[in-house]
Protein backbone atom coordinates (compact mmCIF):
# COMPACT_ATOMS: atom_id res chain seq x y z
CA UNK A 1 0.00 0.00 0.00
CA UNK A 2 1.56 3.29 -0.94
CA UNK A 3 -0.35 5.73 0.52
CA UNK A 4 -2.64 5.89 3.86
CA UNK A 5 -6.44 6.70 3.32
CA UNK A 6 -7.62 8.44 6.43
CA UNK A 7 -11.66 9.12 6.60
CA UNK A 8 -12.85 11.31 9.65
CA UNK A 9 -16.96 11.58 10.24
CA UNK A 10 -18.65 14.92 8.11
CA UNK A 11 -18.81 17.94 9.98
CA UNK A 12 -21.73 19.42 10.20
CA UNK A 13 -22.58 22.73 7.66
CA UNK A 14 -21.85 26.02 9.60
CA UNK A 15 -24.15 28.07 7.37
CA UNK A 16 -27.70 28.58 8.17
CA UNK A 17 -29.98 29.29 5.20
CA UNK A 18 -33.05 31.14 5.17
CA UNK A 19 -36.32 30.04 4.94
CA UNK A 20 -36.32 31.93 1.72
CA UNK A 21 -34.13 29.19 0.02
CA UNK A 22 -36.50 26.45 0.77
CA UNK A 23 -38.04 26.26 -2.88
CA UNK A 24 -35.07 27.00 -4.43
CA UNK A 25 -33.34 24.36 -2.13
CA UNK A 26 -36.27 21.55 -3.05
CA UNK A 27 -36.13 22.54 -6.70
CA UNK A 28 -32.15 21.95 -6.97
CA UNK A 29 -32.72 18.65 -5.20
CA UNK A 30 -35.34 17.63 -7.94
CA UNK A 31 -33.09 17.96 -10.55
CA UNK A 32 -29.84 16.73 -9.20
CA UNK A 33 -32.09 13.63 -7.70
CA UNK A 34 -32.87 12.87 -11.12
CA UNK A 35 -29.35 13.52 -12.58
CA UNK A 36 -28.15 11.33 -10.00
CA UNK A 37 -31.12 8.34 -11.11
CA UNK A 38 -29.69 8.69 -15.03
CA UNK A 39 -26.15 8.41 -13.73
CA UNK A 40 -26.70 5.27 -11.49
CA UNK A 41 -28.65 3.68 -14.88
CA UNK A 42 -25.73 4.77 -17.14
CA UNK A 43 -23.10 3.07 -14.33
CA UNK A 44 -24.73 -0.14 -14.33
CA UNK A 45 -24.62 -0.60 -17.85
CA UNK A 46 -20.16 -0.36 -17.08
CA UNK A 47 -18.20 -3.06 -16.42
CA UNK A 48 -18.00 -1.97 -12.58
CA UNK A 49 -17.25 -4.85 -9.98
CA UNK A 50 -19.83 -7.25 -8.85
CA UNK A 51 -20.05 -5.55 -5.21
CA UNK A 52 -20.74 -1.62 -7.22
CA UNK A 53 -23.15 -3.10 -9.36
CA UNK A 54 -24.98 -4.96 -6.48
CA UNK A 55 -24.61 -1.52 -4.10
CA UNK A 56 -25.75 0.63 -7.96
CA UNK A 57 -28.61 -1.25 -7.93
CA UNK A 58 -30.08 -0.68 -4.18
CA UNK A 59 -28.61 3.20 -5.23
CA UNK A 60 -30.66 3.62 -7.72
CA UNK A 61 -33.93 2.21 -5.63
CA UNK A 62 -32.68 5.43 -3.24
CA UNK A 63 -32.74 8.14 -5.93
CA UNK A 64 -36.27 6.61 -7.23
CA UNK A 65 -37.64 6.86 -3.69
CA UNK A 66 -35.99 10.87 -3.27
CA UNK A 67 -37.26 11.92 -6.52
CA UNK A 68 -40.64 10.54 -6.14
CA UNK A 69 -40.40 12.52 -2.38
CA UNK A 70 -39.15 15.44 -4.34
CA UNK A 71 -41.87 15.29 -6.87
CA UNK A 72 -44.83 15.70 -4.58
CA UNK A 73 -43.30 18.22 -2.51
CA UNK A 74 -43.30 20.41 -5.57
CA UNK A 75 -46.18 19.31 -7.29
CA UNK A 76 -44.31 18.51 -10.58
CA UNK A 77 -42.48 15.86 -11.89
CA UNK A 78 -38.69 16.27 -12.99
CA UNK A 79 -37.31 16.63 -16.85
CA UNK A 80 -37.32 13.12 -18.62
CA UNK A 81 -34.66 12.54 -21.13
CA UNK A 82 -34.66 9.72 -23.85
CA UNK A 83 -30.81 8.90 -22.88
CA UNK A 84 -28.98 8.38 -20.54
CA UNK A 85 -26.09 10.82 -19.61
CA UNK A 86 -22.47 9.60 -20.87
CA UNK A 87 -20.59 8.55 -18.04
CA UNK A 88 -16.61 7.01 -18.01
CA UNK A 89 -16.27 3.41 -19.02
CA UNK A 90 -13.13 2.50 -16.62
CA UNK A 91 -14.19 1.51 -13.26
CA UNK A 92 -11.80 3.97 -11.90
CA UNK A 93 -12.60 7.34 -13.36
CA UNK A 94 -16.11 6.38 -12.82
CA UNK A 95 -15.60 5.39 -9.14
CA UNK A 96 -14.03 9.25 -9.14
CA UNK A 97 -16.82 10.84 -10.75
CA UNK A 98 -19.44 8.84 -8.51
CA UNK A 99 -17.59 9.49 -5.47
CA UNK A 100 -17.77 13.37 -6.23
CA UNK A 101 -20.90 13.78 -7.42
CA UNK A 102 -22.47 12.27 -4.08
CA UNK A 103 -19.90 14.15 -1.92
CA UNK A 104 -21.12 17.23 -3.90
CA UNK A 105 -24.90 16.11 -2.99
CA UNK A 106 -24.20 15.26 0.87
CA UNK A 107 -23.31 18.69 1.08
CA UNK A 108 -26.13 20.10 -0.13
CA UNK A 109 -28.39 17.49 2.24
CA UNK A 110 -26.77 19.19 4.98
CA UNK A 111 -28.07 22.18 4.15
CA UNK A 112 -31.62 20.61 3.47
CA UNK A 113 -31.61 18.94 6.63
CA UNK A 114 -31.21 22.52 8.55
CA UNK A 115 -34.02 23.87 6.35
CA UNK A 116 -36.36 20.48 6.17
CA UNK A 117 -35.55 18.15 9.54
CA UNK A 118 -38.08 16.14 8.20
CA UNK A 119 -35.90 14.85 5.20
CA UNK A 120 -33.25 13.94 7.64
CA UNK A 121 -33.77 10.12 5.85
CA UNK A 122 -32.44 12.11 2.10
CA UNK A 123 -28.87 12.93 4.45
CA UNK A 124 -28.39 9.50 6.38
CA UNK A 125 -28.32 7.87 2.69
CA UNK A 126 -26.29 10.45 1.13
CA UNK A 127 -23.61 9.30 3.91
CA UNK A 128 -24.37 5.69 2.80
CA UNK A 129 -23.06 6.84 -0.43
CA UNK A 130 -20.54 8.47 0.43
CA UNK A 131 -18.92 5.70 2.70
CA UNK A 132 -19.60 3.56 -0.32
CA UNK A 133 -17.35 5.38 -2.82
CA UNK A 134 -14.97 6.19 -0.42
CA UNK A 135 -14.18 2.33 0.28
CA UNK A 136 -13.73 1.53 -3.19
CA UNK A 137 -11.67 4.67 -4.19
CA UNK A 138 -9.46 2.98 -1.27
CA UNK A 139 -9.49 -0.19 -2.95
CA UNK A 140 -8.25 1.08 -6.21
CA UNK A 141 -5.89 3.35 -4.49
CA UNK A 142 -4.55 0.84 -2.60
CA UNK A 143 -3.76 -1.58 -5.89
CA UNK A 144 -2.86 -1.56 -9.02
CA UNK A 145 -0.41 2.09 -9.19
CA UNK A 146 -0.94 2.45 -12.56
CA UNK A 147 -4.95 2.39 -11.75
CA UNK A 148 -4.41 4.37 -8.77
CA UNK A 149 -2.96 7.07 -11.00
CA UNK A 150 -5.69 7.19 -13.10
CA UNK A 151 -8.18 7.27 -10.13
CA UNK A 152 -5.46 10.30 -9.05
CA UNK A 153 -6.01 11.93 -12.35
CA UNK A 154 -9.61 11.90 -13.26
CA UNK A 155 -10.40 13.24 -9.86
CA UNK A 156 -8.12 16.10 -10.83
CA UNK A 157 -9.73 16.78 -13.81
CA UNK A 158 -13.02 16.28 -11.93
CA UNK A 159 -11.91 18.80 -9.17
CA UNK A 160 -11.07 21.42 -11.71
CA UNK A 161 -14.82 21.11 -13.06
CA UNK A 162 -16.55 21.82 -9.55
CA UNK A 163 -16.25 25.38 -9.44
CA UNK A 164 -18.32 25.47 -12.57
CA UNK A 165 -20.74 22.88 -11.58
CA UNK A 166 -21.40 24.36 -8.14
CA UNK A 167 -22.47 28.26 -9.85
CA UNK A 168 -24.88 26.28 -11.52
CA UNK A 169 -26.30 24.29 -8.49
CA UNK A 170 -25.92 27.78 -7.07
CA UNK A 171 -27.42 29.98 -9.81
CA UNK A 172 -30.82 30.68 -8.11
CA UNK A 173 -30.99 34.76 -6.99
CA UNK A 174 -32.44 34.24 -3.93
CA UNK A 175 -28.92 32.51 -2.84
CA UNK A 176 -27.24 35.92 -3.62
CA UNK A 177 -26.47 36.45 -0.60
CA UNK A 178 -25.21 33.36 0.54
CA UNK A 179 -23.95 32.43 -2.54
CA UNK A 180 -19.90 33.35 -1.68
CA UNK A 181 -19.56 31.34 1.71
CA UNK A 182 -21.77 28.00 0.44
CA UNK A 183 -19.30 28.06 -2.25
CA UNK A 184 -16.06 28.15 0.05
CA UNK A 185 -17.54 26.16 2.79
CA UNK A 186 -18.81 23.40 -0.08
CA UNK A 187 -14.96 23.78 -1.91
CA UNK A 188 -13.32 23.42 0.95
CA UNK A 189 -15.51 21.03 2.28
CA UNK A 190 -15.36 18.14 -0.70
CA UNK A 191 -11.27 19.13 -0.75
CA UNK A 192 -11.09 17.99 2.46
CA UNK A 193 -12.59 14.65 1.81
CA UNK A 194 -10.75 14.33 -1.77
CA UNK A 195 -7.46 14.87 0.49
CA UNK A 196 -8.21 12.40 2.87
CA UNK A 197 -8.78 9.41 0.75
CA UNK A 198 -5.95 10.33 -1.36
CA UNK A 199 -7.06 11.64 -4.35
CA UNK A 200 -5.71 15.13 -3.68
CA UNK A 201 -2.77 16.47 -2.23
CA UNK A 202 -2.94 17.94 0.79
Not at 98 to 107: I, P, Q, S, T
Not at 191 to 198: D, E, P, Y
Request: net charge neutral.
Amino acid sequence: MWFTMVVTPQAPSPLRLSLACESAMLERFLKAEAMALWAVRASQLQNVPANVYTFLRRHEADECKHLAQFETLLGHRSTTRERLPSVPRQWPALAVQLFGYEALGLEFALLLAELRPDLSTILDDERRHVGFFEREIGKILSGDRAIAIQAIASARAWWRKLPRTLDRYLGDPVFDSFRPALTDSILAAIQRRLVQVGLLDA
